[in-house]
């Protein structure tokens, strides 16, 4: 993928620790978004950050934005077993041009 | 509540057979897409449109033909299939296009054998 692009990875970790999620792309973006995919249903925004924003919390979710370098990444705090599933980001240069996503981030958290 | 249907949820055809894939939404936005997801890929788009009789194409088109018959309603279609295009398909929706949330269906798991 041209845009918006993160390693297949999977991680598995313990409930009530924290995680870190990366996603690089490689052109101009103006917003990034993430999605959460859990099983069996199709992607879902959880957090979207903009271009003139260099974080962005929601809840126990934090996302961030370097543009200079073209990365984002987004933190869990305290996560939860329910917070197992395929995270992706998403990135696209303006209103008019179609959104790019990663190729995911599994993520499997084991109470 | 936005909501984008698709159907069937789970599809299984022989290689070289027809495939139509339907999707439905209810939000009233512009855009509609077909994606395709694959472990090591992600999603990558297939088609989209910004309208009724609109066809633009993604990442990925060749082996499908995509027709959106009205604001709400965007098939796939599959007129040969074959066993690469076994595959988890998800049609979602947007206001615009770009920048902007999208909202996906639960998806088709297409089988070619």
């Known amino acids: 993928s041209q845009w918006g692009e993160e390693n297949l990875q999977a991680l598995s970790i313990q409930e009530g620790e924290d995680v870190t999620m990366n996603c690089s792309y490689k052109?101009?973006?103006?917003?990034v978004q993430w999605y959460r995919q859990k099983s069996g249903k199709g992607p879902a925004l959880i957090i979207l950050i903009r271009s003139n924003e260099r974080e962005k919390r929601s809840g126990r979710l934090r996302a961030t934005l370097d543009t200079s370098s073209q990365s984002s990444s987004l933190s869990i705090t305290g996560t939860l077993a329910t917070d197992t599933a395929v995270y992706f980001c998403a990135t696209g240069p303006n209103s008019g041009t179609y959104q790019r996503f990663g190729t995911g981030t599994k993520l499997q958290v084991v109470p | 509540e936005a909501a984008v249907t698709q159907s069937p949820r789970n599809k299984v055809t022989v290689t070289g057979g027809n495939v139509t894939l339907s999707c439905r939404q209810t939000?009233?936005?512009?855009?509609m897409y077909w994606y395709r997801q694959d472990t090591g890929h992600g999603l990558r788009l297939i088609h989209y449109s910004y309208g009724a009789g609109n066809l633009q194409i993604g990442d990925v088109p060749d082996g499908y033909k995509a027709t959106r018959t009205t604001q709400e309603d965007f098939f796939l279609l599959l007129e040969l299939a074959s066993p690469s295009q076994t595959s988890l398909y998800f049609c979602?929706?947007?206001?615009?296009?770009?920048?902007?949330?999208?909202?996906f269906g639960k998806g088709t798991r297409l089988t070619v054998v």
């Open positions: 939000n009233s936005h512009n855009y």
């Open positions: 052109t101009y973006t103006t917003v």
């Open positions: 979602a929706s947007s206001d615009r296009t770009g920048n902007t949330e999208v909202f």
